[in-house]
C-alpha cells in the first residue's frame, strides 16, 4: 500500500497546474470529473457496496475545490473517494497525444504475449481470447468477483513471479493494492496497466511499467449519458482507447 502512494504521490507532485473543477459524475460503473478535460476512473461499486466505511466524507460540497485537491482523494483509503480523486487526476494530467497509439489493450497483450506466459490481474472481457497465444495464462481476480479458473487466494505470490507478459489493472491504483504486485513480478516481465483508469502518466514507467492502455475522453457529453444510464465500459462511447509505451 505504502508504494502505491508513493507513486501516487509522484503523479500529483508532477501536475503543477491546478484547474476548477466544473462536475463531477459517480455512476455505478464510472466516476467522472471535467475540469482540464474529463477524466475517469472505475467507480469499484462491487467494493464499496453496502459499506458505510466508504462514503465520500465531503459529498455535495467537492466542487469547491480545485482539482489538484481533489485529486488528493486517490490517496484515501475509502474506496469511493479514491476512486473520485483518480478520476480528477486523469481530467488534469498534461497528455502529449503524439505518444498515444490508437490500440487496445488485448491486440497489446497478445502481440506480445505469444508463446509466453501471461497474467492478468482482473478479468478482463478478452482473457479467455487470450488462450490462443499464451503458452499458460493465469487470471487473477479479488474474492468475490472470481470466474471459474480464476485465482483469488495466495496463488498469486507463486505464479505471478513466472509470468512473462502482465496486464494490471488500473483499479489496482484504486485500491492501492499495486506496489505490493509489482514487487512480485519479475524484472523482465513486460508489464502494462490497462482500463479507462489508467493515468497516462510517465511516472508510471519509473515504477518499471512498460506500457499504459487508457482512454482520453473526446465527446463528454456522450460520455455521461452513457455513464449516468449505467453503461458498463463496453457500452461506452465517446472515448479514445489509447497505448503510451515507454
Known amino acids: 500500500m505504502e508504494k502505491t502512494k508513493s507513486l501516487l504521490q509522484d503523479i500529483l507532485s508532477s501536475m503543477k497546474d491546478d484547474h476548477t473543477v466544473s462536475d463531477i459524475h459517480t455512476c455505478v460503473y464510472w466516476t467522472a470529473v471535467t475540469s482540464l478535460r474529463c477524466g475517469l476512473a472505475s467507480t469499484m461499486a462491487v467494493s464499496i457496496?453496502?459499506?458505510?466505511?466508504?462514503?465520500?466524507?465531503?459529498?455535495?460540497?467537492?466542487?469547491?475545490?480545485?482539482?489538484?485537491?481533489?485529486?488528493?482523494?486517490?490517496?484515501?483509503?475509502?474506496?469511493?473517494?479514491?476512486?473520485?480523486?483518480?478520476?480528477?487526476?486523469?481530467?488534469?494530467?498534461?497528455?502529449?497525444?503524439?505518444?498515444?497509439?490508437?490500440?487496445?489493450?488485448?491486440?497489446?497483450?497478445?502481440?506480445?504475449?505469444?508463446?509466453?506466459?501471461?497474467?492478468?490481474?482482473?478479468?478482463?472481457?478478452?482473457?479467455?481470447r487470450l488462450e490462443e497465444v499464451a503458452k499458460e495464462l493465469w487470471t487473477f481476480e479479488l474474492p468475490g468477483r472470481a470466474r471459474p479458473g480464476d485465482f483469488s487466494g495466495k496463488e498469486v505470490e507463486t505464479l505471478l513471479p513466472q509470468a512473462e507478459v502482465v496486464?494490471?489493472?488500473?483499479?489496482?491504483?484504486?485500491?492501492?493494492?499495486?506496489?505490493?504486485?509489482?514487487?512480485?513480478?519479475?524484472?523482465?516481465?513486460?508489464?502494462?496497466?490497462?482500463?479507462?483508469?489508467?493515468?497516462?502518466?510517465?511516472?508510471?514507467?519509473?515504477?518499471?511499467?512498460?506500457?499504459?492502455?487508457?482512454?482520453?475522453?473526446?465527446?463528454?457529453?456522450?460520455?455521461?449519458?452513457?455513464?449516468?444510464?449505467?453503461?458498463n465500459f463496453r457500452q461506452v462511447n465517446g472515448i479514445r482507447k489509447v497505448i503510451i509505451k515507454r
Not at 86 to 115: F, T, Y
Open 49 to 128: 457496496l453496502p459499506s458505510q466505511e466508504h462514503q465520500v466524507e465531503h459529498a455535495g460540497h467537492l466542487l469547491s475545490v480545485g482539482a489538484k485537491e481533489l485529486a488528493h482523494l486517490s490517496l484515501s483509503s475509502r474506496t469511493l473517494e479514491a476512486a473520485i480523486g483518480m478520476a480528477a487526476v486523469n481530467s488534469m494530467l498534461p497528455i502529449d497525444e503524439s505518444l498515444c497509439v490508437d490500440l487496445n489493450a488485448e491486440a497489446e497483450i497478445r502481440a506480445q504475449g505469444k508463446g509466453k506466459r501471461i497474467a492478468i490481474i482482473g478479468h478482463f472481457p478478452f482473457v479467455e
Open 167 to 231: 496486464g494490471i489493472s488500473s483499479t489496482t491504483l484504486i485500491n492501492h493494492t499495486l506496489g505490493s504486485l509489482l514487487d512480485l513480478i519479475a524484472p523482465g516481465a513486460y508489464k502494462m496497466m490497462l482500463g479507462p483508469s489508467t493515468p497516462l502518466s510517465p511516472v508510471l514507467f519509473d515504477y518499471g511499467l512498460d506500457a499504459l492502455s487508457g482512454s482520453i475522453v473526446v465527446d463528454r457529453e456522450r460520455l455521461l449519458t452513457c455513464i449516468s444510464q449505467g453503461a
